[in-house]
């Protein structure tokens, strides 16, 4: 035995080992940490998929709520919640809804409501129930496997989500609109609704509806995704405004037209005492005013004088105060007989938002976006009157424009859906019209 060697205690003999138990559990701890990070964030992941799946099936249940009744609106709605919901998958977006609940089942999901806070109903009693402006859509409650958390998790959780629109609050007032009223309404052919396949018929093979569209019969209604001939002479169809431009009193006279033509309309629009929109039209095709005002979204500023522009006092030039879009591209050479465009110029929406598709900069300024997005009041046809007249509207559609009005005096847009510019509730106008919008609430 060495001198003076030091000799450990008998209770610290006994300890032999811990620092091993303690890294061993310590290891433990940390791996069901790391597992429920793993298991929480798949959790997360699944509850966003369905959350996204709710709703946009509640915004597509909606929609339908503004068609008449004639149309089933509520059995429509059912249909257009369901078909956006079972286009959506879940856990990673390799799972179908229908692998847990069949079609049929999956009706009964979809409840409808009064009131946002009120009772909500199934398709049957709804059917049968006044003012129904609210929707509501539950997904399928689906398991999702735990891997690493079992012990505190337990082998599978089950999520579902819960999305709540409805129609949103109407208004008497709208602003920033383009003066010029688009007609809708079955005018035998369609209305203005281009051949763009050039097969002799005018449906639905001739649009490009966006993913997940709800069903439209361009035919008769503004489809999203469809191409539509704003005026064209009488012998050309029977068109969206039958042989005339339907223009709204926009001021004295046709300067004033082009003005609000170019760059929307500095009167707003209010409610008449039927809850209807409401404005004297103008005969004529004034294709002058129209042409001008549309085209300085091309680039194009022939017409306007001395090219510039009084603002508050301050003159700027024309440019600066209508700017062009930032792509004022149109499609190939339309002097070309063999290119389908030459009869149906312009190009569709989805080519102006393809990075990849041709582009063509303005030369006046940089360009402005969305410039050739334009607001337009739409009438129905029993409204529709040749001369001047006081029209009334329930809505106001966004167009996008292919091209800019050439010498056929046609204006080619491309419907995309109801337009959310300006407005509000006015308490001295009349009383809140009906141009309401489909509205996420919850």
């Known amino acids: 035995m060495v001198a003076n060697e030091p000799t450990k205690p008998a209770h610290r003999r006994k300890e032999r080992g811990s620092v091993l138990a303690y890294t061993v559990l310590s290891a433990l701890f940390l791996f069901l940490a790391v597992g429920l990070g793993v298991d929480l964030s798949h959790l997360y992941l699944v509850k966003t998929e369905l959350q996204n799946a709710a709703d946009g099936a509640a915004l597509a249940g909606a929609s339908a ?11 429509t709605a059912v249909d257009r919640a369901l ?9 990673f977006n390799n799972r179908e809804f229908v692998s847990q609940m069949t079609l049929e089942e999956q009706r009964a999901l979809v409840k409808f409501s009064v009131n946002l806070e009120g009772d909500y109903v199934d398709e049957a009693t709804a059917a049968v129930t006044e003012n129904i402006r609210f929707v509501r859509v539950t997904t399928p409650d689906v398991p999702v496997s735990i891997f690493f958390a079992v012990p505190i998790l337990g082998t599978s959780r089950g999520l579902d989500a819960t999305a709540t629109s409805g129609l949103s609050v109407p208004s008497n007032v709208f602003c ?20 763009t396949n050039n097969d002799g018929l005018k449906n639905i093979a001739d649009c490009n509806p966006p993913e997940n569209s709800p069903s439209c019969n361009p035919a008769e209604a503004f489809c999203p995704g469809c191409k539509y001939k704003i005026t064209a002479a009488p012998s050309q169809f029977e068109d969206t405004s039958a042989g005339n431009y339907q223009l709204l009193d926009a001021g004295a006279g046709a300067n004033d037209l082009k003005y609000a033509i170019a760059g929307g309309s500095a009167v707003c629009i209010t409610s008449n005492d039927t809850a209807d929109w409401a404005s004297d039209t103008n005969p004529g095709r004034a294709t002058g005013p129209v042409e001008k005002g549309i085209n300085t979204r091309f680039d194009v500023y022939q017409g306007f004088g001395a090219g510039t522009v009084t603002v508050n006092g301050e003159v700027k030039p024309i440019e600066e105060v209508f700017p062009p879009d930032k792509n004022i591209y149109e499609g190939p050479d339309p002097d070309n007989p063999n290119d389908p465009k030459y009869i149906y110029p312009g190009i569709w929406k989805t080519e102006y938002d393809d990075p990849s598709a041709p582009k063509e900069a303005p030369t006046h300024t940089p360009g402005d976006d969305p410039r050739r997005e334009i607001s337009f009041p739409i009438v ?6 040749n001369g001047k007249d006081n029209v009334q509207y329930n809505r106001v559609g966004k167009f996008f424009l292919n091209k800019k009005v050439d010498g056929n005096s046609a204006i080619y847009a491309e419907y995309l859906g109801i337009a959310l510019s300006g407005g509000g509730y006015y308490p001295g106008g009349g009383n809140t019209a009906p141009i309401v919008v489909p509205v996420l609430y919850k």
Do not use: C, M, R
Not at 83 to 91: D, E, Q, T
Not at 380 to 385: A, G, I, R, S
């Open 380 to 385: 129905k046809k029993d409204q529709w009157d």
């Open 176 to 195: 920033n609109i383009t003066p010029i009223a688009v007609v809708e309404g079955a005018f035998g052919e369609g209305i203005g609704l281009l051949d």
């Open 83 to 91: 078909l956006v919901l079972n286009s959506n998958k879940y856990n």
């Open 65 to 75: 709520l503004l068609l008449p009744d004639d149309e089933e609106p509520i059995k």
